[in-house]
């Protein structure tokens, strides 16, 4: 049974910078595609990165254009951790973000994704 586990998250000034941390367990995590999604208050679950396991050549990294430069995901496969270094943080940035796990080639779409945490809280004020 995988199980992911989410930390890191928390309250930050706008400009300011947090991690996450995503700790996996129940699976092989280096063959597994990671990702991060999050959920503001009311809308849907969206895509915000992801990157791919060692059966692509190397961690091949995707962003959504509202993160793209300020975000960076990483994989840890010693530790079974997949970390999102978030920087110059904007309050529209505020949502609850959830780490995804599946075996496929990572997807942007929510539906594609097999295993999920619980989430994280990230707030960040003006």
């Known amino acids: 049974q995988v199980q992911l586990a989410e930390s890191g998250g928390g309250l930050v000034q706008a400009g300011g910078s947090l991690r996450l941390s995503c700790t996996a367990s129940?699976?092989?995590?280096?063959?597994?595609?990671m990702g991060w999604f999050r959920q503001a208050p009311g809308k849907e679950r969206d895509f915000v990165a992801t990157?791919?396991?060692?059966?692509?050549?190397?961690?091949?990294?995707s962003y959504a254009d509202s993160v793209k430069g300020r975000f960076t995901i990483s994989r840890d496969n010693a530790r079974n951790t997949v970390y999102l270094q978030m920087t110059s943080l904007k309050p529209e940035d505020t949502a609850v973000y959830y780490c995804?796990?599946?075996?496929?080639?990572?997807?942007?779409?929510?539906?594609?994704?097999?295993?999920w945490g619980q989430g994280t809280q990230v707030t960040v004020s003006s």
């Open positions: 995804a796990a599946d075996a496929k080639y990572p997807s942007r779409s929510t539906e594609d994704w097999g295993s």
């Open positions: 129940g699976l092989t995590f280096s063959h597994y595609s």
């Open positions: 990157i791919t396991s060692i059966s692509w050549n190397g961690a091949r990294t």
